[in-house]
């Protein structure tokens, strides 16, 4: 069964300090990979993608996430966080020829100052 | 505003009432999907439109949903005979023919059913 994996329930970091969100998945062929963040009482929003290419992608608010296919993982990274990063983060994946995305259980990040 | 509308934003209803949902997508944007989140848990794909056509209905989607698009453009998504089960956040997302690979979420729907 496709699937993804948000191993942390919760991540906590101080302010500054670099941050790692971590993702996994099991989905066969090459899929797309997405990580989506959700304010309280705001809508998803999108952060970044992988399609192909360079496995370093970079998004929006600083946030940059690294595909490694071998460990079939798509961790979400930031150098130094901030208090307004604190939110529920979505792993997301959408296997090749569907359209639709599959998401993980998602990661709430606090950052505290 | 711009981006993808949705009403009600909160839906309290009685157990073995019908429901209903409104989307209104990006303008321009010819795909639209429906996913549903619980409390604790990722959002889980229900159904998409490729302008008026339902392509894909998840097995999630039970006979008492009904999802429509009548002219491709806003969508519907009707519950009946509501079940406490039902209780959970209804979002709309919306992407455009050029670029299938990003959907934009409205706020959502959060229906409770007492």
């Known amino acids: 069964a496709q699937s993804v994996a948000q191993p942390e329930d919760q991540v906590k970091v101080a302010e500054g300090n670099p941050l790692t969100v971590k993702c996994t998945y099991s989905?066969?062929?090459?899929?797309?990979l997405f990580w989506y963040v959700q304010y309280p009482n705001r809508g998803l929003q999108f952060l970044l993608k992988?399609?192909?290419?360079?496995?370093l992608v970079k998004g929006s608010y600083g946030f940059e996430a690294e595909f490694n296919k071998s460990q079939t993982s798509f961790h979400l990274k930031k150098p130094s966080a901030l208090v307004s990063d604190s939110a529920l983060y979505f792993c997301?994946?959408?296997?090749?020829?569907?359209?639709?995305?599959?998401f993980g259980t998602g990661t709430r990040l606090q950052v505290f100052p | 505003d711009t981006g993808v509308s949705q009403n009600p934003r909160h839906k309290i209803t009685k157990r073995g009432q019908n429901v209903t949902f409104r989307c209104d997508p990006i303008?321009?944007?010819?795909?639209l999907y429906w996913y549903r989140q619980t409390l604790g848990q990722g959002p889980e794909f229900l159904t998409y439109?490729?302008?008026?056509?339902?392509?894909?209905k998840s097995r999630l989607l039970s006979d008492r949903f009904s999802a429509e698009r009548p002219k491709g453009s806003f969508s519907t998504l009707e519950i009946q005979r509501t079940e406490q089960g039902d209780s959970a956040m209804y979002l709309c997302a919306s992407s455009p023919p050029r670029d299938l690979t990003e959907a934009f979420f409205g706020q959502g729907t959060r229906l409770t059913v007492v």
């Open positions: 997301a994946v959408s296997p090749l020829g569907a359209d639709k995305l599959i």
């Open positions: 303008s321009e944007h010819n795909r």
């Open positions: 992988y399609i192909t290419g360079d496995n």
């Open positions: 989905v066969s062929g090459n899929p797309y």
């Open positions: 439109f490729q302008n008026e056509a339902q392509l894909e």
